[in-house]
């Protein structure tokens, strides 16, 4: 949920009796927290007709990031809307691991290179990046201070991408896996952070329809055991990182042996690290 409205939306505010019937509608259509849901539309919208709109769309079932535009993503605005995976607060885990690994590594390159691989909106690149950055003393990412780049083999997906990371200097490429990345990274990747499709393919049907219905597929459906895309990514990650760097996978605890079986026919030493409270694990794995 997309924070720090209430003072956009007090000055938004429509007559008092509007705001109850806008609760009530998203809640008839089973949103959760219709009131802050309510207050976010109400500071989003610029007139009452784009707010009738906004409301209709999401009374309709449309993820509530793609009608406002923007996903909060560790204290970040992630451009979203339809046709890209929506960023979800459970991988703010992957991101901490993610920084955890490279700075375990400080002193070794004077600019860490990040790669997020099977990107979406970039938004998790995006955030390692700016943690790292902020913690060099500098925000001039891409410059000095962190590398970015981004990989994904849906045009949806990096055409929201290339909007994230350009304040960042990240560039994002569209293929399959490592398949469009610059020859010059073999071999010097700090940290690879995949969040890749892990649903097998006979469960999409049982997620959550916001998602089932509106997000592409090819961002939530991970094949027969939900961990294809996970052995092809580990396969090619030593022949990308550096001596030392890391190769970090979200997934489920269920799955975790699997992704983690995956890293060790890789040849990489790996750890698997959870977080009960995001209910999510992370498969970590290093050259």
Not at 181 to 210: F, K, T
């Amino acid at each position: 949920m997309p924070e720090h409205v209430d003072a956009a939306a007090s000055a938004a505010d429509p007559p008092a009796a509007t705001v109850p019937a806008i609760v009530a509608r998203l809640r008839a259509a089973g949103c959760v927290f219709a009131e802050e849901e309510a207050r976010l539309l109400l500071a989003t919208a610029t007139n009452p007709y784009e707010l009738a709109a906004m409301i209709d769309k999401r009374v309709a079932g449309s993820p509530l990031e793609y009608v406002v535009g923007w996903a909060e993503f560790c204290g970040l605005r992630i451009i979203v809307g339809p046709g890209v995976f929506v960023p979800r607060r459970r991988s703010e885990f992957l991101v901490d691991q993610a920084v955890a690994a490279v700075k375990s590594r400080a002193g070794t390159a004077a600019a860490p290179i990040v790669l997020d691989l099977c990107c979406g909106s970039g938004a998790i690149g995006l955030a390692v990046t700016t943690v790292l950055s902020e913690a060099c003393g500098t925000e001039d990412t891409g410059r000095g201070g962190v590398e970015l780049h981004a990989a994904d083999i849906d045009p949806g997906a990096t055409a929201y991408a290339r909007r994230n990371l350009a304040a960042a200097g990240g560039q994002v490429y569209e293929g399959d896996l490592y398949d469009r990345l610059p020859a010059e990274l073999r071999g010097r990747i700090d940290v690879i952070v995949v969040n890749a499709p892990y649903v097998p393919s006979d469960e999409v049907g049982l997620m959550p329809a916001e998602a089932r219905l509106h997000e592409p597929l090819v961002a939530l459906d991970g094949g027969a055991d939900g961990v294809g895309l996970h052995r092809r990514v580990a396969a090619e990650a030593p022949a990308w990182l550096a001596s030392g760097g890391s190769l970090l996978i979200e997934t489920s605890e269920r799955q975790a042996p699997l992704t983690e079986a995956a890293m060790t026919a890789a040849g990489l030493t790996t750890s698997v690290v959870s977080d009960d409270d995001l209910d999510t694990t992370v498969v970590i794995g290093r050259a």
